[in-house]
């Protein structure tokens, strides 16, 4: 029963540098979304996907780009890493907008 | 003024208490979620309502949509319940999240 996995847990990067970051679900949701997760506030939405080569942006989407070329992954990228986006990024699906979501374990990014 | 509200921030009870965590928020919304943040950092959506309420084991969460207000209830606490909890507000899976409620349950 693997649900939603994030790849990788844990990256330090250097600011400039680029990364991607995997989502992976096996329960056929239609939807999926990306969140970060700062102190002291609550989880942001970042982007979603209401389907298969669908996106759209959240409450925060500068600095990320995502796409969502098959069913199951959704991937953000981070095209020039800044300091500002050290933060604990969660990804989530669910079977349509009025379900409840499935999130996966978090990556930790720290960016130097 | 932050559109999702919980009370209280940070709660300490013991073993067995009967414990509360309130949500108010001020959008319009087509339902309301409570998750639970495990301290290892897991999420797991508790429950989903948009009107009434609804019972699981030893949690319940009501929800009164006129006074936009929301409680989520743990009969008996345990210790295993210690988590942070959140409640989040939106329509069509745009979710709103409230900072959290960290509860603390001591044996």
């Known amino acids: 029963n693997a649900g939603v996995t994030q790849t990788p847990k844990f990256r330090v990067l250097k600011t400039g540098q680029s990364m991607t970051l995997l989502c992976a679900q096996d329960?056929?949701?239609?939807?999926m979304y990306w969140y970060r997760q700062d102190p002291g506030m609550g989880l942001r939405l970042i982007h979603y996907?209401?389907?298969?080569?669908?996106?759209a942006k959240g409450e925060v989407p500068d600095g990320y780009n995502v796409s969502r070329l098959k069913k199951q992954n959704f991937l953000l990228g981070l095209e020039s890493a800044a300091p500002s986006q050290t933060s604990v990024y969660f990804c989530?699906?669910?079977?349509?907008?009025?379900?409840?979501?499935?999130f996966g374990d978090g990556t930790r990014l720290s960016i130097l | 003024k932050n559109e999702v509200e919980q009370s209280p921030q940070n709660l300490t009870a013991q073993e067995g208490e009967f414990i509360t965590i309130n949500c108010s928020y001020s959008?319009?919304?087509?339902?309301l979620h409570w998750l639970q943040q495990h301290p290892g950092g897991g999420i797991v959506s508790l429950f989903m309502l948009s009107s009434g309420k609804k019972k699981h084991g030893r949690l319940i969460a009501t929800i009164n949509i006129q006074e936009k207000h929301s409680s989520l209830h743990i009969t008996a606490s345990h210790p295993r319940d210690s988590a942070v909890y959140i409640c989040?507000?939106?329509?069509?899976?745009?979710?709103?999240f409230g900072k959290g409620t960290k509860l603390s349950v001591k044996p």
């Open positions: 989530a699906s669910s079977y349509g907008g009025y379900q409840p979501q499935h």
């Open positions: 329960m056929n949701h239609e939807y």
């Open positions: 996907s209401v389907g298969e080569g669908t996106t």
């Open positions: 989040a507000v939106g329509s069509q899976g745009n979710l709103i």
């Open positions: 959008v319009g919304i087509s339902a």
